[in-house]
């Protein structure tokens, strides 16, 4: 069964850094999209980063940019977001998210998604 476990969330100051993991257990994974969203409480989940396949192609949303990255490693089944310079406006729960597909790019809509993990917490206090 098709599967994504984020891990790596928890408490950080403002200012500091976290690395979130995306363990997937899915076959030939190499083969799918991956994606970043996040939820704050109150609010509607908002798009943060997305990877193409092979991980050589990824775009990020405004409010991460230049802050954030994301990778993969696909012997591991495994993509990353790593996260730099992190402001009490980032707290939310972070999701990852996988699309099968055949098509080079990256996938930036949540409704496209076919599957998503349960979430990390990340909280960063000022």
């Known amino acids: 069964q098709e599967q994504l476990v984020e891990s790596g969330g928890g408490l950080v100051q403002a200012g500091g850094s976290l690395r979130l993991s995306c363990a997937a257990s899915?076959?030939?994974?190499?083969?799918?999209?991956m994606g970043w969203f996040r939820q704050a409480p109150g609010k509607e989940r908002e798009f943060v980063a997305a990877?193409?396949?092979?991980?050589?192609?990824?775009y990020y949303g405004d409010s991460v940019k230049g802050r954030f990255t994301t990778s993969r490693d696909n012997a591991k089944n495994t993509v990353y977001l790593q996260m730099r310079s992190l402001t009490p406006e980032d707290t939310a729960v972070y999701y990852c998210?996988?699309?099968?597909?055949?098509?080079?790019?990256?996938?930036?809509?949540?409704?496209?998604?076919?599957?998503w993990g349960q979430g990390t917490q990340v909280t960063v206090s000022s």
């Open positions: 998210a996988a699309k099968r597909t055949f098509r080079s790019g990256y996938v930036l809509l949540e409704n496209d998604y076919d599957f």
């Open positions: 899915v076959p030939s994974f190499r083969t799918y999209a």
């Open positions: 990877i193409n396949f092979s991980g050589g192609s990824s």
